[in-house]
């Protein structure tokens, strides 16, 4: 109860998480839909990366037992992800290059000639 008061944002939505494991039972949740979604052991840094959107998306059916129809989904259609989120992939794509032995050469030729072509240098 020590962290009720101020950990969640959202009054009235998460007052079933009472403790420290409830709180890991419920990130477990979108995890385990994941693994059986893609028959994989470990989920994966997807949750991590893609959390913000992703995890509304996998936790849907709990709040829609139904089927979606076109006219539940249509409100989405203009939806973006936060910008957070669009950084994070980014970054993960950058340092996925920068492990590679083939793609680092290429990728510090390009952050050499964006550095050389930005305003402040």
Same mark, same amino acid.
């Given at each position: 109860?020590?962290?009720?008061?101020?950990?969640?944002?959202?009054?009235?939505?998460?007052?079933? /998480?009472?403790?420290?494991?409830?709180?890991?039972?419920?990130?477990?949740?979108?995890?385990?839909?994941? !693994?059986? /979604?893609?028959?994989?052991?470990?989920?994966?840094?997807? /949750?991590?990366?893609?959390?913000?959107?992703?995890?509304?998306?996998?936790?849907?059916?709990?709040?829609?037992?139904?089927?979606?129809?076109?006219?539940?989904?249509?409100?989405? !259609?203009?939806?973006?992800? @936060?910008?957070?989120?669009?950084?994070?992939?980014?970054?993960?794509? /950058?340092?996925?290059?920068?492990?590679?032995?083939?793609?680092?050469?290429?990728?510090?030729?390009?952050?050499?000639? !964006?550095?050389?072509?930005? @305003?402040?240098?």
């Amino acid at each position: 109860m020590s962290f009720l008061a101020g950990l969640f944002v959202g009054a009235g939505k998460l007052e079933a /998480i009472k403790d420290n494991l409830d709180l890991e039972r419920w990130f477990r949740l979108p995890k385990s839909h994941e !693994r059986r /979604i893609h028959g994989h052991r470990h989920a994966g840094v997807r /949750i991590v990366l893609e959390g913000p959107t992703l995890v509304h998306a996998l936790d849907a059916h709990h709040a829609h037992p139904k089927p979606f129809t076109a006219a539940d989904l249509l409100p989405y !259609r203009t939806a973006q992800e @936060p910008p957070s989120q669009t950084q994070a992939l980014q970054r993960r794509k /950058i340092m996925r290059k920068a492990r590679s032995k083939k793609q680092r050469p290429l990728l510090l030729a390009d952050l050499e000639r !964006r550095y050389r072509e930005s @305003p402040n240098s």
